[in-house]
C-alpha cells in the first residue's frame, strides 16, 4: 500500500526557513513513480485544508497564491522523497502541513492545484509553527 510520511516541521521565528520532506513508500517506484501527483496541503487550526503546492507527474508545478515567490516543491527523485522548501516564513504559515499523491496517470500535466477531494493517498502531518 501507498504510504507517505512528512518530517521537518518545527517552530521557527517570522522570515526564517523550514524545509519538510516527504518520504513515499509501497510502490514500484522503477514502473509507477511518473504516474503520480504530489502535492502540499496545509491545515492551520479551525480552518479547512487548503492547497500549498502541487506536483503533477509530467513535472508541472503549482502554487497556491500566498505560495508563490517564498515555497518550492522539489521532488528527490532517488529517494523518491518530496520536498517544500519554505522561506520567509510568517505567521499565518501557521498549520499542520500534509503530503498527498494520487494516481493520476502517465505524464499529466494539469496547470493549476488540484483539489483535496483528488488525493487518496495522505501523510499524518507536520506541524509548523512560525512565531512573531
Known amino acids: 500500500q501507498v504510504q507517505l510520511q512528512e518530517s521537518g516541521g518545527g517552530s521557527v521565528q517570522a522570515g526564517g526557513s523550514l524545509t519538510l520532506s516527504c518520504i513515499i513508500s509501497?510502490?514500484?517506484?522503477?514502473?509507477?513513480?511518473?504516474?503520480?501527483?504530489l502535492a502540499w496541503f496545509r491545515q492551520p487550526p479551525g480552518k479547512e485544508r487548503e492547497g500549498v503546492a502541487g506536483?503533477?507527474?509530467?513535472?508541472?508545478?503549482n502554487y497556491a497564491d500566498f505560495a508563490k515567490g517564498r515555497f518550492t516543491i522539489s521532488k528527490d527523485n532517488i529517494k523518491n522523497t518530496l520536498l517544500l522548501q519554505m522561506n520567509n516564513l510568517k505567521p499565518e504559515d501557521t498549520a499542520t502541513y500534509y503530503c498527498?499523491?494520487?494516481?493520476?496517470?502517465?505524464?499529466?500535466?494539469?496547470?493549476?492545484?488540484?483539489?483535496?477531494?483528488?488525493?487518496?493517498?495522505w501523510g499524518q502531518g507536520t506541524q509548523v509553527t512560525v512565531s512573531s
Open positions: 509501497g510502490y514500484d517506484y522503477t514502473k509507477e513513480s511518473n504516474k503520480f501527483c
Open positions: 498527498a499523491a494520487e494516481r493520476c496517470g502517465l505524464w499529466v500535466d494539469w496547470g493549476a492545484m488540484r483539489g483535496v477531494d483528488e488525493y487518496t493517498y
Open positions: 506536483l503533477e507527474s509530467g513535472g508541472t508545478r
